[in-house]
């Protein structure tokens, strides 16, 4: 029997502990199974560290894309098996994998790969000490991120209509007329841009079921993906939304600049300026400059 620690955020949209007592129920009948609950920020990263230097065979997070991104910074390297239940609001990376967002059908698709115990390894990206799965970012979607968790009460109300709003209101009035400050490079190629996002998959975040893709050619088994705009102005926003809804011809903008199978990326801002950072979604901070990489089969997911 495998041994497992199930990591829960109660603080996420869809975890509760009636919930949890189901799902511990039932992963209990195939697992030698810890539970244990995150109390603080970066706790899942702790508690998953902990358990791989155990020699535990999996940790199942359950909770947000955030709660994913700490578990995940607690196990890269190692041969600890990463699971994923879904308990946020957008619920990117568990979408991307084919899991279902219905906390009993994801729970009966764990179910099932447990029986196999299937995995896949998969790249993921790392910026200073910090690993990602999805995208980290620098200028306007940090901004928005900031922005969000700068009001923790409007965001758990409105969901994503606030991250939504807060996206206008940064582009409005944090980029409007900006002119390029960013300088990225990777290899040979160079370019001067407002903002950047680079992403290990092809969907930033979701809009209620909608997928918002900002990165069409990104691959779990490939390098990092780059879109960034040189020039970033208003009336750029509806079809900037339009594409990244449906078409994904926003890569291919006259102010575009978009980069696939990357390993590593250097991004600088001018002298005397910084840029915003997010990292799946979290905010880290103002930086002047960042350097990020692609780390090959850094994790094990179970499928």
């Not at 829960?8 to 129920?25: H, P, W, Y």
Request: a neutral charge; one cysteine or more.
């Amino acid at each position: 029997m495998k041994h497992a620690l199930l990591i829960t955020n109660l603080n996420a949209r869809s975890v509760s502990e009636r919930v949890k007592r189901v799902i511990v129920k039932a992963l209990s009948a195939d697992l030698k199974l810890e539970v244990q609950d995150t109390k603080a920020r970066n706790h899942a990263t702790e508690l998953a560290a902990d358990a791989a230097d155990r020699g535990l065979d999996l940790v199942i997070s359950f909770g947000g894309d955030g709660t994913m991104n700490e578990v995940v910074n607690g196990l890269a390297g190692s041969e600890t098996v990463l699971g994923l239940l879904p308990g946020g609001m957008a619920n990117v990376f568990c979408r991307t994998l084919g899991m279902p967002v219905d906390i009993v059908e994801a729970t009966g698709v764990m179910l099932t790969g447990l029986r196999d115990f299937r995995t896949r390894p998969i790249n993921i990206g790392k910026i200073e000490d910090r690993y990602f799965v999805m995208s980290c970012g620098v200028g306007i979607d940090a901004a928005t991120v900031r922005r969000t968790e700068a009001n923790p009460v409007a965001k758990r109300k409105y969901k994503h209509w606030f991250f939504l709003s807060s996206a206008f209101k940064t582009a409005f009035t944090e980029f409007r007329r900006v002119d390029p400050f960013i300088t990225m490079k990777s290899g040979e190629s160079s370019d001067r841009v407002v903002f950047a996002v680079v992403s290990n998959i092809p969907t930033f975040t979701y809009f209620k079921n909608m997928p918002i893709t900002v990165t069409p050619d990104a691959k779990l088994d490939e390098g990092l993906d780059v879109f960034a705009m040189r020039k970033f102005t208003m009336p750029y926003i509806p079809r900037l939304l339009w594409s990244a809804f449906h078409s994904g011809s926003h890569v291919r903008y006259k102010h575009s600049a978009y980069w696939t199978d990357l390993s590593e990326v250097s991004i600088a801002a001018d002298e005397g300026r910084t840029f915003a950072v997010q990292v799946d979604g979290e905010y880290l901070g103002e930086r002047s400059e960042v350097n990020v990489t692609s780390v090959t089969d850094a994790i094990k997911v179970l499928t």
